[in-house]
């Protein structure tokens, strides 16, 4: 099946530093990948839809600023958390897209975790 | 707008003995619906999904599901779960159309016990 990875798994930081949060398809390219964002024992909440060569299309609520997306190729989607503050910290996962004859199934990535000093 | 329901937080069950974690959706267009099972600190991975035709999916890990148009419903069901089934299970559902943006429930951890 298809294959994503997030790096770093996780990371600590600390406040008012930013963070950058990598999301590769290994084996598939993506045109579009998904940012998602996950409190403890929460559900998903979709921040961003991150699409190749083109500017990111953000959620109600999520300020674009802070949470910078760029998707340069093909393979690779990186959500940037810009002075980054303690309310930040949370799961982040990432998804990219695979187009099939049918329907588009999304696949997940890891995950990572970051928290804010 | 779409939205899905997971009436249950949580739900314990002995090993061997069968499950079902319960999904209701709500949508005004067409949806296809999927079940993801998340490992703790993971993510998420795809169990199944239901995009079309016979309304009963099996997935992986034994698990399958059915799509119940007059009930809005995608119960997931295993008949006979294992210790390592333990894990938090999303429902989750994509309007034909939207470049497959997901709406997830809010989760059901599934905890098997000896």
């Known amino acids: 099946g298809a294959v994503v990875s997030q790096h770093p798994s996780w990371v600590i930081c600390k406040s008012g530093t930013s963070v950058k949060i990598e999301c590769r398809s290994l084996?598939?390219?993506?045109?579009?990948m998904f940012w998602y964002r996950q409190f403890p024992k929460q559900s998903l909440m979709l921040m961003a839809t991150s699409n190749e060569g083109s500017k990111a299309t953000y959620e109600q609520g999520v300020e674009k600023d802070k949470f910078l997306i760029n998707h340069a190729s093909l393979t690779l989607s990186t959500l940037t958390v810009t002075s980054a503050h303690p309310e930040d910290s949370s799961f982040y996962i990432c998804?990219?897209?695979?187009?099939?004859?049918?329907?588009?199934?999304?696949?997940f990535g890891p995950g990572t975790r970051l928290t804010v000093l | 707008a779409q939205s899905v329901t997971q009436l249950d937080s949580q739900v314990p069950v002995f090993e061997e003995a069968p499950v079902e974690l319960r999904c209701n959706y709500s949508?005004?267009?067409?949806?296809?619906l999927f079940w993801y099972v998340q490992y703790p600190n993971q993510g998420l991975q795809l169990l199944l999904k239901y995009l079309s035709g016979s309304t009963l999916v099996k997935g992986i890990n034994g698990f399958e599901a059915e799509f119940n148009k007059s009930q809005t419903s995608f119960h997931l069901r295993k008949p006979s779960v294992h210790i390592s089934d333990t894990a938090e299970y999303f429902c989750a559902v994509s309007e034909i159309g939207t470049a497959s943006k997901l709406t997830f429930g809010t989760g059901t951890r599934l905890q098997v016990t000896l």
């Open positions: 998804s990219a897209r695979v187009r099939l004859a049918v329907s588009d199934t999304q696949y």
């Open positions: 949508s005004s267009v067409s949806v296809y």
């Open positions: 084996d598939f390219q993506a045109t579009t």
